[in-house]
């Protein structure tokens, strides 16, 4: 009972847009967003409310689904690691472009191979690596969500 409540406890600690990808009963749901607005007391009574409603809910898709948002699970540990590899891949040889350009249609390349240039001058001139970690996000981003053109190879900065 109480891995239950601490996994309730989890979930208020996420914030909207990660609560939003897991699947919840809607009371749950609203008991989580209440229970993130609340402060001290009220928090406790709502956090033993969220945890006596997962009582209802199978808890291990909750479970691996917030093991996926934190990075713990093993399919998301493979997949960052593939991201590393593709991003070495595309610091090394440019041709890769090509096998990105495959999988991700919607690719900005020419930001893309900008930012490899960036990367591979900051590598050289042992500047640190902002590009580097850019290049990251941006293949991130394509493999989040590979058919939305406005979030692939752009950043918000």
Not at 87 to 101: F, H, S, V
Not at 105 to 111: E, K, S, V, Y
Not at 115 to 129: D, I, M, S
Request: avoid cysteine; hydrophobic fraction near 40%.
């Amino acid at each position: 009972m109480e891995a239950l409540q601490a996994m309730g406890e989890e979930l208020v600690g996420l914030g909207k847009e990660n609560l939003a990808k897991i699947d919840l009963p809607e009371r749950l749901r609203e008991a989580i967003r209440d229970a993130q607005r609340f402060k001290m007391e009220a928090r406790r009574r709502q956090l033993q409310y969220v945890g006596r409603l997962m009582r209802d809910v199978d808890p291990a898709p909750i479970r691996a689904a917030l093991d996926e948002i934190k990075g713990l699970s093993a399919t998301a540990i493979a997949r960052q690691h593939a991201l590393e590899r593709l991003r070495t891949r595309l610091l090394e040889d440019e041709a890769t472009l090509a096998d990105i350009a495959r999988d991700f249609p919607a690719a900005d390349f020419q930001h893309l191979r900008q930012l490899r240039r960036n990367a591979l001058k900051e590598q050289a001139q042992g500047k640190p690596p902002r590009a580097y970690r850019e290049l990251f996000r941006v293949l991130r981003a394509l493999q989040e969500d590979p058919h939305d053109p406005d979030d692939a190879g752009t950043t918000d900065e």
